[in-house]
């Protein structure tokens, strides 16, 4: 089976009602960086930081996969397929996706702040001060902030690697180390981007470009694909 590996973004979850970051009316209007999605954040409010958190995953309990997450899903039938996502919800598994690699963790998990292995699945919506892990340390969102290594890059560079086929869904491509992946992909290995409003890569070689929503874009790019298997 060829592999295809898949780079998604906020862009893909945007039809299930979850809000990119920087599109007009993104989360990044509302909300200062600094203030929820770094370590000095945490630091100074953490009661701030863990709100901010908790209404997204409220928002996400709420939320559905769209025919972008599903069709990803189908691909595995002839494909073998594997998902980098830089998006911390969980629709890419609820869409059906087996081998889903998260960049910047995880909105359903909690960790340790003493001790970074001791992952945790939070129950329902809130995470508060005062939940702890079995240490008695508080417990933080399991998202990788903005300063913050990103310790699923090297994983994610090989996975681009040994690509056969490469698939970028609703992307700025504005944050590295993310946005550097597509670089490790050889020359030759067809690209594909899927995005109304894309990120002018045109540098690199073998792209195409899809300017549409990902529920009408990767449905259609997966037929074809199918198709051609
Ligand atoms: N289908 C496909 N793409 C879409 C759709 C849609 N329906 N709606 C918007 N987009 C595209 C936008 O055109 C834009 O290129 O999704 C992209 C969203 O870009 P960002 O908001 O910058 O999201 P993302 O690239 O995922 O951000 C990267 O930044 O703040 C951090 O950690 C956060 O993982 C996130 C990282």
């Known amino acids: 089976m060829k592999k295809v590996v898949v780079l998604t973004g906020a862009g893909i979850s945007a039809e299930s009602g979850i809000k990119t970051f920087r599109d ?4 990044w209007e509302e909300y200062r960086i600094e203030e929820v999605a770094t370590p000095q954040a945490w630091g100074r409010d953490p009661y701030l930081v863990q709100e901010f958190y908790n209404q997204r995953r409220k928002q996400l309990l709420e939320a559905e996969p769209n025919a972008g997450h599903i069709a990803l899903a189908r691909l ?9 996502t830089q998006n911390v919800d969980d629709l890419h598994e609820r869409g059906g996706s087996t ?3 998260h ?6 998990k909690a960790r340790s702040t003493s001790d970074p292995d001791l992952i945790y699945e939070i129950d ?13 340390s508080q417990l933080r969102p399991h998202i990788v902030w903005f300063g913050e290594a990103v310790p699923n890059i090297i994983y994610a560079a090989r996975l681009a690697s040994e690509a056969d086929i490469f698939i970028v869904v609703g992307t700025s491509m504005a944050v590295y180390p993310a ?10 290995v067809p690209k594909y981007l899927i995005d109304p409003n894309a990120a002018n ?26 198709a051609e298997a």
């Open 179 to 188: 946005a550097g992946l597509i670089d490790y992909v050889p020359q030759q």
């Open 201 to 226: 890569i045109s540098w690199i070689r073998n792209l195409t470009v899809i300017a549409e929503k990902a529920g009408i874009g990767v449905p259609k790019l997966v037929e074809k694909l199918l």
């Open 24 to 27: 007009s009316g993104g989360l």
């Open 124 to 136: 329902g919506w809130e995470l508060k001060m005062g939940d702890t892990c079995e240490k008695g």
């Open 103 to 108: 960049l910047h963790g995880e909105l359903k």
């Open 99 to 101: 081998r889903v690699l």
């Open 76 to 84: 595995e039938e002839k494909y073998n397929v594997r998902i980098i």
